[in-house]
């Protein structure tokens, strides 16, 4: 793996560490009040970016336009800005919430950018 698929790969591993730190956090407490957050770094974080660097591994072509960083960049910064928000608003901070609405449309946006690049791939003619 190189480029936009070894940094969603290691994006992706950041958070199930993350992720699961949370939740093993959330364990020994008996405190699930950040269950959300834990959920979406595992699903949207862990397994998302997986996906990613799996298919980009798979179309080299697709992994070295420039949409492909932009698309890394745009969801690394939006599900970051959206999980770390998240947890600061469900810890009472309601004033982050611009903050967790911004990202999580941003995070929306990047999976459309996804789409595109996906599709385009998948049914360029041969
Ligand atoms: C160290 C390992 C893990 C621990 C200690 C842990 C702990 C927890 C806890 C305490 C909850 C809250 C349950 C509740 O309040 O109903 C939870 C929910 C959840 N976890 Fe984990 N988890 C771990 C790993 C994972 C992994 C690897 C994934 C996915 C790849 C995952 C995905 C989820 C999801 C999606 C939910 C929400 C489930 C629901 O909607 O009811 N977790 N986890
Ligand atoms: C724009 C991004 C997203 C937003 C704004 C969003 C929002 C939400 C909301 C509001 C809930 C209900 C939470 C609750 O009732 O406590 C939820 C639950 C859930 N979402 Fe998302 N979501 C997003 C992306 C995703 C993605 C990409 C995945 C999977 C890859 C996902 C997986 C889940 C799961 C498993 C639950 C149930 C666990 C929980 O209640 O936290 N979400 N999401």
């Avoid at 660097?53 to 072509?61: S, W």
């Avoid at 309601?94 to 609405?101: C, K, M, T």
């Amino acid at each position: 793996m190189q480029g936009v698929s070894r940094n969603f790969f290691t994006l992706a591993i950041v958070y199930a560490l993350c992720g699961m730190a949370l939740g093993l956090h959330m364990s020994i407490g008996g405190n699930h009040l950040q269950m959300p957050v834990h959920a979406h770094t595992m699903v949207a974080g862990w397994l998302m970016s997986a996906v990613f660097a799996y298919f980009y591994h798979l179309f080299p072509a697709a992994a070295a336009s420039v949409l492909a960083k932009v698309h890394f960049w745009l969801t690394a910064v939006s599900g970051i800005g959206l999980l770390v928000g998240l947890f600061f608003l469900l810890a009472g901070n309601a004033a982050i919430e611009p903050l967790v609405a911004v990202s999580s449309m941003a995070f929306y946006a990047a999976m459309f950018l996804f789409a595109y690049i996906a599709l385009t791939a998948l049914w360029r003619p041969a």
